[in-house]
């Protein structure tokens, strides 16, 4: 798979796109959402680039050897991995997995190929649905 520059909105919008393609097939409601959701800006890209990277990432999981069953059915930990690892900002990582999730959820229910790529973000990244885990631990009181 190439390389995307560190940061890049071209890197970011790839996993939102492992996303989409991860339960098998990208339905027309994952993509209405992320419209309504600014996807593209909330990137950086291009506008109408984000169908473009899709197929792109399909183009290249195919002509990796990966023609055999699903998609997703060769994208191990490593290469996940690799992925994540060109998104190091927290703010990108947050957008990256906000905009994920309304994509994965778009169709009333999370496939087990979404739910991987989307823990596989939250483990490298240390993330809860967007959220630095900090943010969202409630403070502890101290009764006097």
């Known amino acids: 798979m190439r390389n995307y520059p560190h940061n890049s909105p071209e890197a970011a919008a790839r996993i939102v796109a492992l ?7 990208v ?3 994952e993509f209405d959402v992320l419209k309504q959701l600014g996807a593209e800006r909330e990137l ?3 506008p109408d680039l984000l169908p473009h990277i899709v197929h792109t990432l399909c183009e290249e999981l195919l002509a990796g050897g990966y023609a055999t069953g699903s998609l997703m059915a060769h994208v191990d930990d ?3 991995a690799s992925l994540m690892a ?8 947050r957008k990256v997995l906000r905009l994920s999730l ?3 959820r778009a169709d ?5 190929g979404e ?3 989307l823990e596989a973000a939250r483990h490298h990244w240390k993330l809860v649905d967007g959220e630095e885990p900090s943010a969202v631990k409630p403070a502890r009181r101290r009764d006097a």
């Open 78 to 80: 490593a290469a996940l």
């Open 102 to 104: 309304a994509a994965a």
């Open 115 to 117: 739910t991987l790529v």
């Open 19 to 25: 996303v989409l393609i991860s339960d098998g097939h």
């Open 108 to 112: 009333g229910h999370l496939a087990d």
């Open 27 to 29: 339905c027309s409601s």
């Open 44 to 46: 950086g890209l291009d």
């Open 86 to 93: 060109e998104i190091s900002d927290p703010a990108l990582q």
